[in-house]
């Protein structure tokens, strides 16, 4: 399915997205966020707490004793300290991903006012199909309600995909050589088996469980992990708070469209943005610049 996936932005996010595109490097470079800095300062808890309960899960039906399970581990003071002070640091930043943001809601005045300058901004529409083929994975979030038994569709869903990463990481980490290394008083080998499958689990996997509350912005995420073949992390502030960011390069080419959020003045935006594209050596049909629905008000 030819699906479009939205980037909600500002005209002056397009500006910077576009900086460094050339000829030679087609690319528009999309900014990914730190994962702790997201909208929903909790929602990696979230992703956290359901993962590693699922995973107790997997282990429990493995028969896997109790002072051998990921949740033991992870859960004391011990290690929580251990990792916020780790991901402090440079190469800690291994196991921060950052995320790049889109939605499968086109024209959204929830979207406009969130993200795009009170609706005066734009919304990047990228074909999910042309990602695909360029290496990049967008993943639906999972959205989820304390309350609700919808919780329980989501687990369903979750889990068999948690427990075949769960066995690959048990394969390479295999507990019965570990068991053999603690008997010789070494735990490094039963540290890192726990700390991989907890990290990787919820990286891959955790990182998309937000809470009910943003179900309308019907997300879907770009995950990377900082490594030292990536840029460097770049920062810039917003409310107060210092946010780590990476610029992501995607090929311009899985552009398909650019909407233009509510305006009184669309002729003129749309003009403007054809004469930056061209600019860089973008020839785009004006059919591709689409006026929102949305009726705009002063």
């Avoid at 980037?7 to 730190?34: E, V």
């Avoid at 921060?96 to 979207?111: E, G, N, V």
């Avoid at 406009?112 to 042309?130: D, I, T, V």
């Amino acid at each position: 399915m030819n699906e479009l996936l939205y980037h909600y932005a500002t005209g002056a996010s397009l500006l910077g997205m576009l900086k460094d595109y050339t000829k030679d490097t087609p690319n528009i470079k999309l900014w990914a966020s730190h994962y702790m800095y997201m909208n929903d300062p909790y929602e990696y808890e979230i992703g956290e707490q359901l993962c590693t309960e699922i995973i107790d899960r997997i282990e429990s039906d493995l028969k896997i004793p109790d002072e051998y399970r990921t949740k033991s581990f992870v859960n004391t003071p011990q290690y929580i300290n251990a990792v916020k002070s780790y991901r402090r640091t440079i190469d800690g930043q291994s196991i921060c991903p950052y995320l790049i943001s889109m939605s499968k809601t086109f024209d959204s005045l929830h979207m406009w006012n969130m993200y795009a300058s009170n609706g005066n901004g734009l919304a990047l529409g990228f074909n999910r199909l042309k990602l695909l083929g360029v290496q990049i994975l967008p993943m639906d979030c999972h959205y989820f309600d304390n309350n609700s038994q919808y919780n329980k569709e989501i687990i369903d869903k979750l889990e068999p995909d948690i427990k075949e990463l769960y066995l690959e990481l048990d394969q390479e980490h295999p507990l019965d050589n570990i068991q053999e290394s603690l008997k010789n008083g070494d735990h490094s080998l039963f540290y890192d088996r726990l700390h991989t499958i907890y990290t990787l689990i919820c990286v891959f996997i955790g990182i998309r469980i937000k809470d009910i509350a943003y179900k309308l912005e019907n997300e879907v995420r770009i995950t990377t992990p900082h490594t030292p073949e990536e840029p460097t992390i770049l920062f810039r502030e917003r409310n107060g708070i210092i946010i780590p960011y990476i610029e992501y390069p995607i090929p311009f080419d899985c552009v398909e469209n650019i909407v233009v959020g509510p305006t009184a003045d669309f002729d003129r935006v749309k003009e403007s943005i054809l004469i930056f594209l061209n600019s860089k050596g973008i020839h785009w049909n004006e059919d591709n610049i689409i006026q929102s629905k949305v009726p705009y008000r002063k």
